[in-house]
């Protein structure tokens, strides 16, 4: 059932991603998503990630000279987030409806959709219309408890944000989500003037002192990051011109958005990769991107490396890959196309149902030397480390996140 529901969690966030823009998308709104764009909230979970990643990137916003462009959504950091966003429905649901045990709150979260309104008038037997009233007086704290346990940035300001913000300017923004398909860097500036007032002053952090061995390890990591994102881009920038040359098509990238590099015998040069593209006609974008999958060797010097590029669908697609799988890297394979990685294995053979305690690739990426006081605390602790201490920086980072 988790697995089930993960993966239904994860095409929620393929299609958030989607309705971005990218150019807000690469600024700020990767991190929004990847941090705090959790799925649970009142509102349908494409329109509570969307909202969730917008206030958070607004609110609590990286200073000028830590910002970072990211044309690639980390897939570990998706992932994660999927996981989190679980743990946050989860634990809402249970609040809301006490009487619910775990299974019992996966089952109705699966048949509701992982929509956390129609998960509550599935399990009280109402109309989604009473639960949302019903749910309306515990909104603050069931939010802020489900936040903790999704391991949110700043629970108590996610509460508030739900129980104060969001209320009075709830029926205007879901008709204007429901009517935009395609937010316009336009949208997200007159949304996020809508979900972000001023914090008060108890919910603001106080300044962090960051030593610069931090700083180094922090700028080694991002450089790595950018390398390899280089490197992707230039794949993807192949496989793109190869088809459109077989069909004829124009395309523009949107933003790379899960890439595994294939760890088995003969394979280790091979990555499959998702990527959203918009068709373009007069140097015009057409309508929302298309998710494509493709298979490559690299470096792809010519179109002979792209073994496969094709769109594929989220919703229909059921191709799987155990080399995607035992790496934890949620990729969508298409159906009847053949591809590399392995399609014969049991799903009990594959666990991915563990969060990522340890430290990922978005951690270093988007670090915010404003409040990341735990993340800093942990690789000064490596530092020390490094030099003789002893202390076990790492098994302590861990046990506070999870």
């Known amino acids: 059932m988790r697995r089930r529901l993960l993966s239904l969690i994860h095409r929620h966030y ?5 309705r971005l ?3 807000d998308l690469r600024a700020t709104l990767a991190r929004g998503l990847l941090v705090a764009g959790h799925c649970y909230g009142p509102l349908h979970p494409v329109h509570n990630i969307l909202l969730n990643s917008i206030w958070y990137a607004a609110a609590f916003p990286l200073r000028d000279a830590d910002r970072i462009n990211a044309h690639m959504i980390s897939n570990d950091g998706v992932v994660r987030a999927c996981h989190r966003s679980l743990e946050g429905l989860v634990a809402s649901l249970r609040l809301f409806c006490p009487h619910l045990s775990t299974g019992d709150a996966l089952w109705n979260l699966m048949s509701a959709d992982a929509d956390l309104s129609a998960a509550v008038a599935l399990a009280d037997r109402t109309s989604r219309s009473s639960a949302q009233t019903a749910m309306r007086p515990q909104v ?3 939010f802020q408890a489900a936040a903790m346990a999704a391991r949110h940035p700043n629970p108590a300001a996610f509460g508030m944000f739900l129980s104060s913000v969001l209320p009075t300017i709830k029926r205007d923004i879901v008709l204007f989500l429901r009517t935009t398909h395609m937010l316009s860097p336009k949208d997200i500036e007159h949304l996020t003037k809508s979900l972000v007032p001023d914090l008060p002053n108890d919910l603001l952090q106080p300044p962090l002192m960051i030593s610069p061995g931090v700083l180094d390890v922090i700028t080694s ?9 280089e490197a992707v881009l230039k794949v993807v920038t192949v496989a793109l011109r190869k088809y459109t040359l077989q069909s004829g098509e124009q395309f523009v ?3 790379v958005c899960g890439v595994n590099l294939l760890k088995k015998e003969r394979l280790d040069n091979c990555y499959h990769i998702n990527f959203f593209a918009h068709r373009q006609e007069s140097g015009s974008v057409l309508g929302a991107p298309l998710l494509f999958f493709m298979e490559a060797l690299v470096p792809a010097l010519d179109d002979s490396s792209i073994r496969l590029c094709v769109v594929v669908d989220p919703l229909t697609e059921i191709g799987s890959c155990f080399a995607c799988e035992t790496n934890k890297k949620k990729i969508v394979h298409p159906t009847y196309d053949e591809y590399l990685g392995g399609r ?4 009990d053979d ?3 149902d563990g969060d990522f305690p340890n430290p990922l690739d978005v951690d270093y990426i988007f670090f915010d030397a404003e409040r990341d006081s735990l993340f800093a605390n942990h690789l000064d602790g490596i530092a020390t480390c490094d030099k003789g201490g002893s202390t076990d920086v790492l ?3 861990c046990k506070a996140i999870l």
Do not use: M
């Not at 990591?221 to 994102?229: A, G, I, Q, S, V």
């Not at 014969?344 to 799903?347: G, I, L, N, R, T």
């Open 21 to 23: 823009p990218a150019a």
């Open 344 to 347: 014969d294995f049991q799903v």
């Open 221 to 229: 990591h991002r450089k790595l990051f950018k390398d390899t994102e």
């Open 395 to 397: 098994g302590t980072y």
């Open 14 to 18: 393929l299609e958030a991603i989607s």
């Open 350 to 352: 594959v666990d991915n």
């Open 140 to 142: 603050h704290g069931t």
């Open 253 to 255: 990238l949107h933003s």
